[in-house]
């Protein structure tokens, strides 16, 4: 049974700094994508940040690109989001996913596997 567990959300002052983690069982991620996704009440789900098959190339959407980072622990099982620079528009629910294959456009789709969430709030 696959089981992804975020941790790492807070409430921070803007120009602040978190990290998130994602502590994966059950699952291997070497052939599949990995991705952190964050929505806000009454938007969309976004994808903002993802990792490709064996621990290669990220892609992060556009609205945090230069100041989150994410990368992995193998050896752990783990996954993190640093995010730096937080602005009041990154307040959302985060949430870890995997199983992703890549996208066409950039990125990956079809995650299989999502984590409960962990909230972020970034005050002004």
């Known amino acids: 049974q696959v089981q992804l567990v975020e941790s790492g959300g807070g409430s921070v002052q803007a120009g602040g700094s978190l990290r998130l983690s994602c502590t994966a069982s059950?699952?291997?991620?070497?052939?599949?994508?990995m991705g952190w996704f964050r929505q806000s009440p009454g938007k969309e789900r976004e994808g903002v940040a993802h990792?490709?098959?064996?621990?290669?190339?990220?892609y992060y959407s556009a609205s945090v690109k230069g100041r989150f980072t994410i990368s992995q622990d193998n050896a752990k099982n783990t996954m993190y989001l640093n995010m730096n620079s937080l602005k009041p528009e990154d307040t959302a629910m985060y949430y870890c996913?995997?199983?992703?294959?890549?996208?066409?456009?950039?990125?990956?789709?079809?995650?299989?596997?999502w984590g409960q969430g962990t909230q972020v709030t970034v005050s002004s």
């Open positions: 059950g699952y291997t991620s070497s052939r599949d994508c």
């Open positions: 996913a995997a199983g992703g294959r890549l996208s066409g456009s950039g990125g990956c789709t079809g995650y299989g596997y």
């Open positions: 990792i490709y098959p064996y621990g290669g190339a990220t």
